[in-house]
């Protein structure tokens, strides 16, 4: 079962069939059992409407909901972050954090600056190297508890990053550095090790990147990251937590305006988006 939020309401889709409810996003990250939310919601649908397609761009699915990621959680992730680092110390700093217990975690979008389906993100004025990061993105209720996942693009200069870790925040937090979508697909249960996750970068109607991974190579549990999110910390309305990303252009490539950035993540979705020009 997924959900796609649009201007009309939810859309719930199961088994091809797709009906609009009127089912807010932000229930289902305050109930105790979102997946009965939604059951019951597309059942009184189904028996009152007619099916309809779901919108080939919906809304981001996100309501209320603050956006956190984590960072190196991926072998080839950790080597990236090293090798943007321009001295010892800083690639050290990461190769530290990939062994640590405790997970990098970082606040990185409100809602306003999430960008949905077929929106533009955004590369910042100041930064020579930006790239997207592919991520498999946790949909977590307010109690702490994984109920569904999404695609995201977590947006990132890897040149302000590189310069200084403490400039993490200038490097991934402003206007259009986030998109989910297209919809949350439910499920307790991260897809399996074999999923795959694909990203292709197209400039002038041709792919000039590619690359995929799975998520066998993502180190650290989602649960595990959640439950270091939730320490000491409260989301009444939910949250989003991107779970790192195992996809990075070579250091010679960087976005540009007009590229259209495509990322796929079997049994979960497809999003794509381009770059402001």
Known sequence: MKLFRTHGGTVIEEGGAAFLTPLVCDDLFRAEVPAALA?????????LGAPMEVPPTP?????????????????????????????????????RVYEAA???????????????????????GDARWNVPEP????????????????????????????????????AKVYDGSCALGPGIALGDEPPAPTTVIRLAIARGGRDVFTGDTTLAQ????????????????????????MTGTGIVPPNDFTL??????????????????TVAK
């Open 256 to 273: 540009a305006g007009g590229d259209e950035i495509r990322i796929e993540i079997d049994g979960v979705g497809r999003l794509v988006n």
């Open 102 to 124: 405790r997970p990098e975690l970082f606040f990185k979008s409100s809602p306003h600056r999430v960008v949905g389906p077929g929106g533009a993100v955004r590369i910042r």
């Open 218 to 241: 993502l180190k650290r549990r989602p649960v595990e990251l959640v439950e270091y999110l939730f320490r000491d910390n409260s989301f009444p309305d939910g949250v989003f937590l």
């Open 39 to 47: 059951r019951e919601a597309f059942e009184r649908a189904s028996s």
């Open 59 to 95: 809304l981001a699915p996100i309501g209320r909901q603050e956006v956190w990621a984590a960072g190196v959680t991926y072998y080839r992730s950790r080597d990236a972050r090293i090798a943007e680092s321009q001295d010892a110390a800083g690639g050290d700093f990461y190769a």
């Open 135 to 170: 991520e498999l993105t946790l949909a977590v209720t307010a109690a702490g508890r994984i109920f569904g996942f999404t695609v995201g693009n977590d947006m990132s200069s890897r040149d302000i990053e590189g310069e200084n870790p403490l400039y993490l925040p200038q």
